[in-house]
C-alpha cells in the first residue's frame, strides 16, 4: 500500500531560515521550502541531500527507543525524498561524510562531547519540555566535514526536532494517514546556524471516539482489529504533528487489555498515554464488564454500595503502569474523578464530598503502588458535562491535579480560569469537540469545524491560562484532518497563530499537502467548505431546513435553500476544475482531504433540495414533482457511489472509514441504517423531458426599504482603548468574518472606556428602530450569568445586551437547554435592542466592548417590521 514518489525535481531545495522556521511554530514548514539561492549560503550550509545522495544518520546504540525509532523514520523519510535509503549507524567509529546526529542532552556522549567543547550552546535546552535545537556544525568528527545535530532537551525534543525536519523537507504529518504524496528533491540545503523551539501547551493530542462502524471496521479489516498494528500509525500521526497525549478508542475498547503490545508501543515511541473523562485510573470501562480481573467480581459502578471493588479495579490500571518494571512505568496521565457507568452522569444530586472522597482514595493507591508521593504521578481531573457542576458548586482536588475543562461539545467552552486566580501546579486543560454523540444531534460523520472558531475559543483559553492540556475528540481520526493538524498546529505555539497566521493558515497547509501551484485555490475551497458545513451540521440538514421561495409566475423559486444549493454547486465545480490540474499520484490524498467533503456535502444538499420540492410539488399534485423525485434517487446513488470510491482508494486502504450513517436522523442518535428520504410521484409517470421543471431561480434574501443590513467587518471607524485593538477575524461564522477585541483574556471595560465600533448609516424610512447583532455563540466561561455587549445610535445612552446562552451539565430538558440546542444547530446568536424613532437622514451605530469573548458578526438596523433573517443578505445602506 506504499503511495509511489513523483519524479524527482531538478531545482534545488533551501530549507526556510531559522528564524522564519521558528516564528511560525509547527505550522506546515514544508510550504517553506525556498527557491535555490534563497535563504541559505551553498558554501556554509549543511548538504542533507546532494545530487540525489542523502546524508547518513546517527543515533546512539543506548538511545531511548522513541529516540531509536524516530532515527530509522527519518531515514524513511529521506528515502521518500530522495529516492535512496541513507545509512543509520550507531558508532561514531562508522560516521563518514555529512552526517545527521540526532540525540538527547545528557543521554548522548557524542552530543555530550560537543556540549563540553563548546560545539553547542545548551544552556537553554537544560530541563525544557520537549524543547530541541537543529545546529549545523564543521568539523565534528574526524571524516565527518559537516553534520547537522538534532539535539534534544528530553526523548520526545528529539523526536519532534527530527520530524520537525522531515516536514520541513517535503514529508506531510499524513504521508501515511491521508497518502500524501512526497515530491523528489535531488538536492537540499540546511542553512548554516541554529533554529531552536518548544511547545507552549505542555499535553497535546486527540481522543479517538465513537469510532464505531468506521475506525473499528477499518481497522478489523487492515490489521485484524483495534491494536498495536494499528496504532503504530496512529501513534506516529500524533508525533508528527507534534503531539504527544492519546486518550484511546474506548467503546467496547480496553487499550491494555485488549492487546497489551499497544501500551508497550506507546511508551516505546515516546506517547504519553490516558483516559477520557469517564475511565479513571487507567482502566477502560469495557474492563469493568468484561471479565473477572483479580477476584473483582465487578457489580454495581457505584462508590457508596461498591467501593472495595471499585478500588481494587483502579488499583489494577495502576500496576498495570508501574508494569513496566523500571520503576518509573509506562509515561502516562492519569484520569481522576469518577462518572457515572456508560458515560453517564452519577446519581442526581451526588454530593461533591463523596467526589473528594474518590479522588483522596485514587490518590492513596497512585501513592502505595508508585512508592511516591502521589503529586509525583501526572493526573487529571476532567470537569465535563455535570462534572462542571461539582465544581462550580466547590468541589476541591490537590493543586498538583490539572482541571481540564470542556466545550459544550459543539465548540463552545464552557467555563476557564479567571486569569487573575493564583495559579495551580497543575495548571489547566481544555477538551474539545471536533465530533459528539448526543443532542441535539450527532455528528460524526465528516469535518464540521472552521478552523476560525476554533481559534478564537482555544486563543481564548489560552489567554486565560489553560496551558497544560489541549486534547481533542477527533472521532474516527479520518475526517477531521483539517482541523486537527490546526489544533495541534495552534497548541504548539498559540502566540505564533495571530489573525494573520490564522488567515494564511488554509493556503499554507494546502500548499505543503499538494504543492504551491494550487494552494491558494485548494486554500479557499477549504475555507469555504468548513464556512457552509458551519452554517447546519449535516445529521441536522432536512428538507425542513431551509425556506424554498416557492411556486412563482416566473417559474420555481429556490430561495434561500436554493442559494445554498447553487453555493455548493459553485463549490464543487471549483474542486472539479483544481482537480483536472493537479498530478495523478495527488488523486487519493485529494480525494480524501478535499473531493469527498466537498462533494458529499453539495449532494447531500442537492438531495435534500429536491425532497423538499417534491414534497411541495407534489401537495399541489404538480408532476413537476417526479423530476425531483428522480433527483433525490440519483443523489442518493451518488452517496453511495462517493462511499464506495472512499473505500476502494489506494487498494481498498481505507475500505469502511467512510461508513457512517449520515443522513434521515429523526432523533438525536443514529438512524439504524442509510434510507433515502420518502417521495412523492404525482400521476402517470412520463418521459423526464417532458416534467422537467421551468428554470429554477435562485434569489438570496433582499433588504426591503428600511432595512440596513451590515456586515460586522464593514465598520466605519474602530476606537481602541485599554489595550484592546479590534481586529477582523474572516470567516469566522456564518457571514464575510467577525469582529473581536483583541487580545482575548482581558477584564470587562465599560461604556466610559469608550472601546467601540461605529457605522455611519443612511436611513431614508422614517419609524422606530430595532437593532438586531448576530453573534457567533459562545458561553459566559466565568459563570456569573451572561456575556454583555452595548448598543447604542448617535447620543442615545447604551443599552445593554446579554448573551444568555447556557449549556446546562445534566441531560434534563429545561427552556435553557432548549435555548442552547436552537442555538447550535442554527450556530448563531441573535440579540435585539429597541431604540427611540429615527429620522431620514444619516446616522451612526455603535458597538461597545463590554465583556470578553463576545464574537460580533453582522448587524441589522430595521425602523420597519424586519423579516426572520439576513444573514445571507447582502449589505446595502438604505
Not at 499 to 512: C, H, N
Amino acid at each position: 500500500m506504499t503511495r509511489p514518489t513523483v519524479p524527482a525535481m531538478s531545482r534545488r531545495t533551501l530549507l526556510a531560515s531559522a528564524g522564519l522556521g521558528a516564528a511560525l511554530g509547527a505550522l506546515p514548514a514544508s510550504a517553506l521550502a525556498a527557491p535555490a539561492g534563497v535563504g541559505a549560503d551553498p558554501a556554509t550550509a549543511f548538504r542533507l541531500i546532494a545530487d540525489g545522495k542523502p546524508a547518513t544518520v546517527f543515533v546512539d546504540a543506548t538511545a531511548d527507543s522513541a529516540v531509536r525509532r524516530v532515527a530509522a523514520s527519518f531515514t524513511g523519510d529521506l528515502e521518500r525524498v530522495s529516492g535512496v535509503r541513507p545509512a543509520l549507524v550507531e558508532r561514531t567509529a562508522d560516521l563518514r561524510g555529512p552526517a545527521v546526529i540526532i540525540g538527547v542532552l545528557g543521554h548522548s556522549a557524542l552530543i555530550d562531547q560537543l556540549v563540553r567543547t563548546g560545539r553547542i550552546d545548551a544552556a537553554d535546552l537544560r530541563g525544557a519540555w520537549e524543547a530541541f535545537c537543529q545546529i549545523v556544525i564543521d568539523n565534528p568528527l574526524p571524516g565527518v566535514p559537516r553534520a547537522l545535530v538534532i539535539v534534544g532537551a528530553d526523548r520526545r525534543g528529539a523526536v519532534f526536532g527530527t520530524y520537525d525536519l522531515s516536514e520541513r523537507i517535503g514529508v506531510s504529518p499524513w504521508h501515511w494517514f491521508a497518502d500524501v504524496p512526497v515530491q523528489r528533491q535531488r538536492d537540499i540545503l540546511v542553512p548554516a546556524g541554529a533554529r531552536r523551539d518548544q511547545p507552549r501547551v505542555k499535553y497535546r493530542g486527540f481522543f479517538i471516539n465513537d469510532e464505531d462502524p468506521c475506525l473499528s471496521g477499518w481497522a478489523a479489516k487492515a490489521f485484524g482489529g483495534v491494536n498495536a498494528a494499528m496504532y503504530a500509525h496512529v501513534f506516529e500521526v500524533l508525533l508528527r504533528m507534534k503531539g504527544n497525549y492519546l486518550w484511546p478508542a474506548m467503546w467496547g475498547k480496553a487499550f491494555a487489555d485488549d492487546d497489551r503490545d499497544s501500551m508497550v508501543l506507546a511508551d516505546a515511541m515516546g506517547v504519553v498515554m490516558g483516559n477520557s473523562h469517564h475511565e479513571p485510573m487507567l482502566r477502560a470501562q469495557a474492563e469493568w464488564h468484561r471479565h473477572q480481573d483479580g477476584g473483582i467480581t465487578g457489580g454495581a459502578w457505584d462508590y457508596d454500595t461498591n467501593g472495595d471493588n471499585l478500588r481494587a479495579f483502579w488499583r489494577g490500571g495502576i500496576e498495570r503502569m508501574m508494569s513496566k518494571g523500571d520503576g518509573h512505568g509506562y509515561e502516562s496521565l492519569v484520569t481522576v474523578g469518577m462518572r457515572g457507568d456508560g458515560d453517564q452522569a452519577m446519581a442526581e444530586g451526588t454530593a461533591t464530598g463523596l467526589l473528594e472522597r474518590v479522588v483522596t482514595d485514587q490518590r492513596r493507591i497512585i501513592a502505595d503502588v508508585t512508592g511516591r508521593p502521589a503529586s509525583d504521578t501526572p493526573q487529571v481531573w476532567a470537569l465535563y458535562k455535570e462534572v462542571q457542576d461539582y465544581y462550580d458548586h466547590g468541589m476541591k482536588v490537590p493543586d498538583d491535579v490539572t482541571l481540564l475543562f470542556s466545550d459544550d461539545n459543539w465548540g463552545q467552552i464552557r467555563r476557564l480560569p479567571d486569569p487573575a486566580a493564583p495559579p495551580r501546579a497543575g495548571g489547566y486543560g481544555i477538551y474539545y469537540h471536533f465530533d459528539y454523540v448526543g443532542g441535539p444531534r450527532n455528528y460524526k460523520w465528516i469535518n464540521t469545524s472552521q478552523i476560525e472558531k476554533v481559534w478564537q475559543q482555544m486563543d481564548l483559553a489560552y489567554r486565560h491560562g489553560a496551558r497544560t492540556i489541549w486534547i481533542g475528540n477527533v472521532g474516527d481520526i479520518k475526517p477531521m484532518e483539517y482541523p486537527l493538524g490546526f489544533f495541534l498546529a495552534h497548541a504548539w505555539n498559540p502566540e505564533a497563530m495571530t489573525p494573520d497566521a490564522v488567515a494564511d493558515y488554509p493556503r499554507k497547509w494546502a500548499s505543503a499537502t499538494f504543492g504551491p501551484e494550487q494552494a491558494a485555490a485548494i486554500g479557499d475551497m477549504i475555507t469555504a467548505y468548513s464556512q457552509y458545513t458551519a452554517r447546519r451540521k449535516p445529521e441536522l440538514v432536512n428538507e425542513t431546513s431551509f425556506p424554498l421561495g416557492g411556486v412563482t409566475p416566473a417559474g420555481l423559486d429556490g430561495g434561500e435553500f436554493g442559494a445554498m444549493v447553487a453555493e455548493w454547486d459553485a463549490l464543487e465545480a471549483r474542486m472539479l476544475a483544481v482537480r483536472a490540474r493537479l498530478r495523478p499520484d495527488q488523486a487519493d490524498a485529494y480525494y480524501q482531504l478535499i473531493e469527498y467533503p466537498i462533494a458529499a456535502m453539495a449532494n447531500l444538499y442537492r438531495l435534500y433540495y429536491g425532497t423538499a420540492w417534491n414534497r411541495l410539488l407534489a401537495s399541489s399534485n404538480d408532476a413537476r414533482a417526479n423530476f425531483f423525485a428522480d433527483q433525490v434517487e440519483t443523489a442518493f446513488r451518488c452517496d453511495g457511489e462517493l462511499v464506495r470510491r472512499y473505500h476502494t482508494l489506494n487498494g481498498g486502504k481505507w475500505n469502511g472509514m467512510m461508513a457512517q450513517v449520515h443522513m434521515n436522523y429523526v432523533i438525536w442518535n443514529d438512524p439504524t441504517q442509510q434510507t433515502m428520504p420518502s417521495i412523492v410521484r404525482v400521476g402517470a409517470d412520463t418521459p423526464s423531458e417532458q416534467r422537467r421543471p421551468q428554470p429554477t431561480f435562485v434569489a438570496r434574501p433582499s433588504a426591503p426599504a428600511g432595512i440596513i443590513a451590515l456586515d460586522a467587518t464593514a465598520f466605519t471607524r474602530a476606537r481602541d482603548g485599554g489595550g484592546l485593538r479590534w481586529t477582523p477575524i474572516a470567516h469566522l461564522g456564518r457571514t464575510a468574518g467577525a469582529m473581536l477585541a483583541l487580545p482575548q483574556g482581558q477584564p470587562a471595560t465599560r461604556a466610559e472606556d469608550a472601546v467601540r465600533l461605529e457605522y455611519d448609516v443612511v436611513v431614508r424610512k422614517a419609524g422606530r428602530a430595532t437593532l438586531t447583532l448576530y453573534l457567533a455563540p459562545t458561553l459566559d466561561t466565568s459563570g456569573r450569568g451572561g456575556s454583555r455587549i452595548g448598543v447604542s445610535i448617535d447620543d442615545q445612552p447604551v443599552q445593554i445586551l446579554r448573551t444568555s446562552l447556557e449549556a446546562t451539565g445534566g441531560d434534563q430538558d429545561t427552556s435553557a437547554k432548549r435555548r442552547w440546542a436552537e442555538t447550535v444547530s442554527d450556530n448563531i446568536v441573535r440579540l435585539a435592542a429597541d431604540l427611540n424613532a429615527l429620522a431620514v437622514g444619516r446616522h451612526t451605530i455603535k458597538i461597545w466592548r463590554l465583556d470578553d469573548n463576545v464574537v460580533l458578526q453582522k448587524l441589522v438596523l430595521s425602523t420597519v417590521a424586519e423579516p426572520a433573517s439576513y444573514l445571507g443578505a447582502p449589505a446595502p445602506t438604505i
